[in-house]
């Protein structure tokens, strides 16, 4: 059986999205082509064609391990950013770093997890004797 996890819809049906909404979910989620044509005649199979084309953006075909082009420079610092898992802030809705976001607070607007909050407070350092 396939793992249908993280496939659910992300919005309900009837709002009316815009183009940018459809290719922002896409590019997001990733959309998968698979094909398998073959031509026969009379029983006996003269060509077979496998088609698999994907569509989405660098960041979410790296979570999914698919293979990118040949020359495809990875160790820049713009696809380590890439890479950097996210979360969606509750309060101000920007993409935040997921362990900022959700072990401290966000940036933008300041929002704070429960775990956040449930951390005790870091100790003040002690003062050093002569210093």
Same mark, same amino acid.
């Given at each position: 059986?396939?793992?249908?996890?993280?496939?659910?819809?992300?919005?309900?049906?009837?709002?009316?999205?815009?183009?940018?909404?459809?290719?922002?979910?896409?590019?997001?989620?990733?959309?998968?082509?698979?094909?398998?044509?073959?031509?026969? #005649?009379?029983?006996? +199979? !003269? /060509? &077979?064609? =496998?088609?698999?084309?994907?569509?989405?953006?660098? @960041?979410? $075909?790296?979570?999914?391990?698919?293979?990118?082009?040949?020359?495809?420079?990875?160790?820049?610092?713009?696809?380590?950013?890439?890479?950097?898992?996210?979360?969606?802030?509750?309060?101000?809705?920007?993409? #935040?770093?997921?362990? +900022? !976001? /959700? &072990?401290? =607070?966000?940036?933008?607007?300041?929002?704070?997890? @429960?775990? $956040?909050?449930?951390?005790?407070?870091?100790?003040?350092?002690?003062?050093?004797?002569?210093?």
């Amino acid at each position: 059986m396939t793992d249908l996890i993280g496939l659910q819809p992300t919005r309900e049906r009837g709002g009316g999205g815009s183009l940018a909404d459809v290719i922002e979910v896409i590019l997001d989620k990733g959309l998968v082509i698979n094909a398998d044509i073959t031509v026969s #005649v009379a029983g006996v +199979e !003269l /060509l &077979g064609i =496998k088609i698999r084309a994907a569509l989405a953006s660098f @960041a979410t $075909a790296a979570r999914y391990g698919l293979e990118f082009p040949s020359g495809t420079n990875i160790e820049t610092s713009a696809w380590q950013q890439a890479q950097v898992v996210k979360e969606t802030c509750p309060q101000c809705a920007k993409q #935040v770093p997921a362990d +900022e !976001l /959700l &072990g401290e =607070k966000c940036p933008w607007c300041g929002w704070e997890s @429960a775990r $956040a909050r449930a951390r005790p407070a870091a100790p003040c350092p002690l003062p050093v004797p002569g210093a």
